[in-house]
């Protein structure tokens, strides 16, 4: 058995290591690639251009159903998931996960269920934790992860999350990666057989949008408190070893952390929306006012002077919050860049790399 189903997965400082890789491997290689790496939905993505400028491999972007082949790199375009199935391709606008779509769970889990031990998995630079849980599946299905030195990685985020989720088989350096990937697909090894779950199968089948599933009763997992920040349904709790795992009725996915990042923004537009809402109230009744006493309405007048002035003072509360909030920022990123180095430095002892 090859190896030749490689997936990779890259956000924020990704770019560059995908460069370096696609541009180390020969154009013979024995194996097909596909990329996911979160890009603005807005704009047609220059990925594949870019790629055919550095590699002596051909890279586009698939269209849906499009059967693959080896020595070719896919890239998923913008505001689309890309899934595996036997042989081809899928490319479908199911619901988000992890606030992303393209996202790199969906990818890997598709690919872990149908090629198992053939895959190899690749998890790099970028925020947040989105391909944790698809390098865990792709572990658990047989195949090989690999994620990028942490140390190395411009945004360290995704590649300590997949670490922390999995016992990765290497970390290494991005420069590193394609003589590694060359090495596994020439490997050759005995195949087992290894079922995927049901929890598996039925994730992928919701990020097909596959209305059947969806509308089932049974969802894996259990009911959680939390709601969907996308369509505020419930969202469901999914234990996944060590990894918890939320989606809702109609398919969205969410990690912890993606989930508190969607809270966060979801916050950040109601203080905005209420501030809106307190200067335009504030703005009326002082109209209001003005009008009353032109008629020599007092009575009126007075109320919706005092009304006015009621919304000026909770708004200039809000904006007290905000302001707060900018100023604070910079705090807050020392922190996590504290925190950040002190997983760094947790990781390398694990890992043995980047231990300097």
């Known amino acids: 058995m090859r190896h030749d189903i490689i997936v990779i ?7 560059d ?16 690639i596909f990329i996911v790496i979160h890009i603005s939905p807005h704009t047609e993505s220059e990925l594949p251009s870019l790629f055919n400028h550095v590699s002596q491999l051909r890279a586009s972007q698939p269209r849906d159903n499009e059967t693959f082949e080896k020595s070719h ?3 998923a375009p913008p505001d689309l998931h890309m899934m595996l199935e036997k042989g081809r391709i899928r490319v479908l606008r199911g619901p988000k996960e992890n606030m992303a779509r ?13 090629y198992g031990q053939k895959v190899i998995g690749v998890i790099l ?5 989105d391909g944790a849980a698809g390098l865990r599946a792709v572990q658990m299905m047989g195949g090989t992860t690999v994620v990028q030195d942490p140390v190395e990685a411009l945004h360290s985020g995704m590649p300590l999350a997949a670490l922390n989720a999995v016992n990765a088989d290497h970390c290494l350096q991005s420069t590193d990666i394609g003589k590694l990937l060359m090495k596994l697909v020439n490997n ?23 209305m059947a599933v969806i509308e089932k009763q049974e969802k894996p997992g259990r009911p959680s408190v939390f709601s969907c920040p996308d369509c505020k349904g419930v969202l469901w709790e999914i234990q996944d070893g060590v990894l918890v795992r939320y989606r809702c009725r ?32 504030a703005a009326l009744s ?35 919050i905000l302001i707060e909030e900018n100023t604070l920022e910079p705090v807050a990123k020392r922190k996590r860049s504290s925190l950040k180095n002190k997983t760094r430095k947790s990781a390398a002892a694990r890992t043995g790399v980047g231990a300097d």
């Open 102 to 114: 393209p996202a790199i769970d969906v990818l890997f889990r598709s690919a872990a269920q149908v």
């Open 250 to 281: 109609t398919g969205h996915g969410y990690s912890p952390q993606s989930l508190a990042a969607a809270e966060l923004e979801k916050i950040d537009e109601a203080l905005w929306t209420a501030l809106t809402a307190l200067e335009e109230s």
């Open 286 to 320: 002082q109209k209001i006012c003005q009008q009353a006493a032109a008629h020599n309405q007092a009575w009126l007048a007075s109320h919706f002077e005092q009304k006015s002035k009621d919304s000026q003072a909770k708004a200039q509360m809000l904006r007290k």
């Open 17 to 32: 290591s995908v460069r370096k890789i696609v541009a180390s491997l020969p154009p013979s290689l024995p194996a097909s």
């Open 73 to 75: 790199i896919y890239i």
């Open 9 to 15: 997965g890259g956000s924020a400082g990704a770019l």
């Open 125 to 129: 630079s970028g925020t947040l934790d």
């Open 188 to 210: 050759h090894k005995k195949a087992t057989v290894k079922n995927a779950s049901g929890d598996l199968e039925t994730e992928n089948e919701s990020s097909k949008f596959n």
